[in-house]
């Protein structure tokens, strides 16, 4: 995968070189590549916003840095021998990035980021390269910061460990919390490791049984505690043929009963009467 990102800090972006997203870079596996934006200004004083027309706080960061910094980005590689690029935005007011995002992304073979300053980037650019490629924006949480480069570490990290050969178990994201298949909309339940007993607290003795099948049972019936306990959202979210048997029994007794005749909004389950948390 190629990734490029274009932005007027780019030492913001140093976490690239570390952990399983510096290790890929190290081995190939992900082709990285920051740009200064500042490089595509025009004027001694390397400007890249301006005042927002109608008036209004803030600033806004300009087309003409962005749309040549685009340009030239992409200009590089097709040269190099990429193709299908992606544009990805990211903005407090996109769709929320989720792994089953995460896995799409994941599937494109070249990334390019434009993270954003000030009040963001004039409109007229992203509508411009949306002709071009899938231009996707996205939230990583309902909050507003500086700009987007923390973003883009979130969104890399995500999408890189789901590039074959990066993690070292090649397994070791199918039961992630929102994994999709058996986890999807799932959070993963609690995990342990040696010793067997640390500080008058011992692991759950299922996991030492050997029993797979047990253990597997445990770990999905902690998968549902801990989902309804934390996010009951994605249990309400959830299409009731996704739970078996063992499931409803276990949400039965977390306090939750299948709706027969629905909700209007997508919710399958509702939480029963008089059940303490």
């Not at 570390?18 to 400007?47: C, M, P």
């Not at 008058?200 to 801990?226: N, Y």
């Not at 309400?236 to 996704?242: G, L, Q, V």
């Amino acid at each position: 995968m190629r990734l490029d990102v274009v932005t007027i800090f780019p030492e913001y972006l140093e976490p690239l070189n570390v952990s399983l997203v510096g290790k890929a870079r190290a081995r190939g596996q992900l082709n990285v590549h920051v740009h200064d934006l500042r490089a595509w200004t025009h004027d001694r004083h390397n400007t890249v916003d301006d005042t927002p027309y109608g008036g209004g706080p803030g600033m806004v960061m300009k087309t003409e840095p962005w749309g040549d910094a685009l340009d030239s980005v992409l200009a590089d590689g097709y040269e190099t021998g990429s193709r299908t690029p992606a544009l990805i935005v990211p903005t407090p007011s996109g769709r929320p990035f989720t792994q089953e995002l995460a896995v799409r992304l994941s599937q494109h073979p070249w990334l390019i980021f434009t993270p954003a300053r000030y009040e963001g980037i004039d409109r007229r650019v992203i509508d411009e390269y949306a002709t071009r490629m899938p231009v996707y924006e996205v939230s990583i949480g309902d909050y507003v910061l500086a700009g987007g480069e923390a973003a883009v570490l979130v969104i890399t990290e995500a999408v890189a460990r789901l590039l074959p050969g990066v993690l070292g178990n090649a397994e070791s994201h199918r039961d992630d919390s929102f994994a999709p298949g058996a986890m999807a909309n799932l959070l993963e339940g609690p995990v342990y490791t040696k010793p067997p007993a640390w500080r008058g607290r011992e692991i759950p003795e299922v996991l030492l049984s050997g029993h797979h099948g047990r253990i597997a049972r445990w770990r999905r019936d902690e998968a549902l505690r801990r989902t309804t306990a934390h996010r009951p959202d994605l249990i309400e979210r959830c299409d009731p043929a996704a739970f078996d048997k063992k499931d409803r029994e276990m949400l039965s007794i977390l306090g939750w009963e299948p709706d027969p005749a629905g909700e209007p909004y997508g919710r399958f389950w509702r939480r029963t009467d008089g059940v303490e948390q």
